[in-house]
């Protein structure tokens, strides 16, 4: 085993786990899943409620403002199970707040606090909440910039959906404030 530690370039994340060489190299991507990164405290935030139409369900999500301004809202999308304080999204939410891009870490229908207290829960079909709070954000103004959804697994398949969508004659209908994505299975 060496002990050289690897950093991850790009926008992305950083990886502190020591690489193996020889027999031991396909074990690099299972430790990873029981490595115990380091505590990330993240900046103040703000909780910002997110009504469903047609329930009286409410998404929730921790925003915090951007450092720098011209720089596009990041919506992070957890994956199954999972919420906004898992380990992937505040590790991400760090790396694009280091970067000066405001984000939103926003817990899905039934996630979170939210856990067992939803008349529904989220699915892999279920875009419309997520066009819901990419429609509040903008009447709040808090996406001048445009968004760009960052999903992990389960949120990754929410995002590329939510892209894909088509309408009747064949049009996006996703808000023309998204920018683009970020879709991972695995890190």
């Given at each position: 085993?060496?002990?050289?530690?690897?950093?991850?370039?790009?926008?992305?994340?950083?990886?502190?786990?020591?690489?193996?060489?020889?027999?031991?190299?396909?074990?690099?991507?299972?430790?990873?899943?029981?490595?115990?990164?380091?505590?990330?405290?993240?900046?103040?935030?703000?909780?910002?409620e997110?009504?469903?139409?047609?329930?009286?369900?409410?998404?929730?999500?921790?925003?915090?403002?951007?450092?720098?301004a011209?720089?596009?809202?990041?919506?992070?999308?957890?994956?199954?199970?999972?919420?906004?304080?898992?380990?992937?999204?505040?590790?991400?939410?760090?790396?694009?707040?280091?970067?000066?891009?405001?984000?939103?870490?926003?817990?899905?229908?039934?996630?979170?606090?939210q856990?067992?207290?939803?008349?529904?829960?989220?699915?892999?079909?279920?875009?419309?909440?997520?066009?819901?709070?990419?429609?509040?954000?903008?009447?709040?103004?808090?996406?001048?910039?445009?968004i760009?959804?960052?999903?992990?697994?389960?949120?990754?398949?929410?995002?590329l959906?939510?892209?894909?969508?088509?309408?009747?004659?064949?049009?996006?209908?996703?808000?023309p404030?998204?920018?683009?994505?970020?879709?991972?299975?695995?890190?």
């Open positions: 085993m060496t002990q050289k530690s690897t950093r991850c370039q790009g926008i992305g994340f950083d990886s502190y786990l020591p690489r193996f060489g020889g027999l031991l190299s396909g074990l690099q991507p299972h430790l990873q899943t029981i490595w115990r990164r380091p505590q990330i405290k993240l900046s103040r935030h703000q909780s910002i997110f009504p469903q139409p047609n329930s009286n369900d409410v998404l929730v999500g921790a925003y915090h403002p951007p450092v720098r011209g720089r596009p809202l990041v919506l992070m999308l957890h994956g199954l199970p999972g919420d906004m304080n898992k380990d992937l999204i505040v590790w991400g939410a760090h790396t694009f707040l280091r970067r000066g891009y405001a984000v939103l870490r926003l817990n899905m229908r039934g996630a979170g606090e856990a067992g207290t939803t008349e529904e829960l989220y699915h892999a079909g279920r875009t419309s909440d997520i066009h819901t709070v990419i429609r509040q954000l903008v009447e709040q103004n808090l996406c001048p910039d445009g760009v959804l960052v999903g992990y697994s389960f949120g990754a398949n929410i995002a959906k939510l892209l894909g969508e088509r309408d009747n004659s064949g049009k996006p209908i996703v808000d404030c998204v920018r683009g994505a970020a879709a991972s299975c695995t890190l």
